[in-house]
């Protein structure tokens, strides 16, 4: 079994910075990626950063310039720094691994206020 745990979520006004992590612990065997992933009220959850194992990444065209994934190998750690929020950046934030399955971890709250 895999366990993501997530930190670093809050509230914070528009145009400041979060730095989120995820660390995944567990029988971890080989990853294919790991992401987050963010679900506002009343809508859909959204991809939006992906890190591969050979590290290229993809990125939500909302969150491009101002969001950056990034991972430490050594720890099974993903981070999401996130810089310039903005109102419409307010969800639960979620981390994934992609391994033989999907993980998911509990969530984490980011609330910008305008």
């Known amino acids: 079994q895999v366990q993501l745990v997530e930190s670093g979520g809050g509230l914070v006004q528009a145009g400041g910075s979060l730095r989120l992590s995820c660390a995944a612990s567990g029988s971890i065997f080989a990853i294919n990626a790991m992401g987050w992933y963010r679900q506002a009220p009343g809508k859909q959850r959204e991809l939006v950063a992906l890190?591969?194992?050979?590290?290229?990444?993809n990125y939500a065209d909302s969150v491009k310039g101002r969001f950056t994934i990034s991972r430490d190998n050594a720890k099974n750690t993903v981070y999401l720094q996130m810089n310039s929020l903005k109102p419409e950046d307010t969800a639960v934030y979620y981390c994934s691994l992609t391994s033989i399955r999907n993980y998911w971890g509990q969530g984490t709250q980011v609330t910008v206020s305008s």
């Open positions: 890190i591969r194992s050979g590290g290229s990444t």
